[in-house]
């Protein structure tokens, strides 16, 4: 019958299909036994499933173990903000995780330096660490030479290491020698110093009027005030001659400071206001730049009455 004869072409097709599906099935399975999946291939060769792949070390000092210095890199710097202070700021900067700072010794010969003041800084990779160190008198004895860290580090396992990292300084180091070694001769021959301050009235404006006494400690050599510099608030000008400390006990610079900015980052940097820049020749030597800082009560003069002027020229 018609029904009949179109069933048996419809059941020959099903079987067809079916064979064809399971020769398909059997091509695709792997050998006997294999278990390979698809997270399995995406894993890297001798990676476990799961895992990150990346080719990032391990955290920790094992992973730095053939780098002698631990792959930190380091940078001596100085802030003009520190520079009264003497403070120096040891920059360290490390590419792996895990590794934390326990102490850091700066040696750069010809500027001793104190220990950085540390407790347990984690270096993060590629993020900067700043340990400050306090910088001694200029050792003139020493030639200056490229300072280097001596860090000591720890990691979570509890493994220890210290390691010594190069520090680029720009010619930090050297210039701080000098600095040190020149002032230290003038100051063997001469001390400089604030002998008084004075309110004055101007066609500027209200003024300071400044002594800064020369005054003789030793040596022979003649000192010579060569320049004057003003500072962040400041404009400082001479009132005579600039003077020459020979054979006299002492001689006596009179300057008029003039309050000449007001604006906040000046006024801000109240550090600098009560500094008074000068330059200085020690016998047949070089001019060089001298940073008189006076002493506490002076420069709260001189950074008070700053304020106190920009206030009142705003009113």
Same mark, same amino acid.
């Given at each position: 019958?018609?029904?009949? &004869?179109?069933?048996?072409?419809? %059941? ?7 064979? +064809? ?12 036994? &294999? ?28 992973? #730095?173990?053939?780098?002698? /210095? ?7 710097? /100085?802030?003009? %903000?520190? @520079? ?14 895990? +590794? ?96 008084? @301050? ?12 400044? @002594? ?10 003649? #000192?010579?005030? @060569? ?17 020459? +400390? ?31 820049? +000068? ?11 001298? #940073? ?5 009560? #002076?420069? /709260? ?15």
């Amino acid at each position: 019958m018609p029904a009949t &004869s179109g069933a048996a072409p419809a %059941r020959r097709r099903l079987a067809l299909v079916a064979a +064809l599906a399971i020769g398909a099935a059997a091509c695709s399975a792997g050998p006997p036994g &294999s278990a390979e999946t698809v997270a399995d291939r995406s894993a890297p060769t001798g990676s476990p499933a799961g895992g990150t792949g990346t080719g990032s070390p391990a955290p920790g000092l094992a992973a #730095v173990a053939a780098d002698p /210095q631990a792959g930190i890199d380091g940078v001596l710097r /100085q802030y003009r %903000r520190d @520079v009264p202070a003497r403070r120096l700021q040891v920059r360290l900067t490390a590419g792996n995780a895990g +590794l934390v700072v326990e102490a850091v010794e700066v040696l750069a010969p010809g500027v001793p330096t104190s220990p950085a003041a540390v407790r347990d800084a984690e270096l993060r990779p590629g993020a900067p660490l700043e340990l400050p160190v306090v910088a001694g008198p200029g050792d003139c004895d020493v030639t200056p030479a490229a300072p280097r860290a001596v860090v000591r580090l720890r990691d979570a396992a509890g493994t220890r290491r210290e390691v010594t990292v190069p520090l680029a300084d720009d010619g930090l180091v050297r210039r701080l020698h000098e600095s040190d070694c020149a002032e230290q001769e003038l100051r063997r021959q001469a001390a400089v110093e604030v002998a008084g @301050v004075r309110p004055v009235t101007t066609a500027e404006g209200p003024a300071l009027d400044v @002594v800064v006494r020369l005054r003789r400690t030793g040596g022979d050599d003649d #000192v010579r005030v @060569v320049g004057i510099g003003s500072n962040t608030v400041y404009a400082i000008t001479a009132l005579g001659p600039l003077p020459t +400390l020979g054979s006299a006990a002492a001689v006596d610079l009179d300057l008029r400071l003039v309050p000449a900015r007001c604006d906040v980052h000046a006024l801000g940097e109240s550090y600098r206001t009560g500094l008074i820049g +000068l330059v200085l020749a020690v016998g047949a030597g070089d001019p060089r730049p001298f #940073v008189l800082t006076p002493d506490d009560a #002076v420069r /709260q003069r001189l950074e008070a009455f700053a304020v106190e002027t920009c206030r009142a020229a705003a009113d």
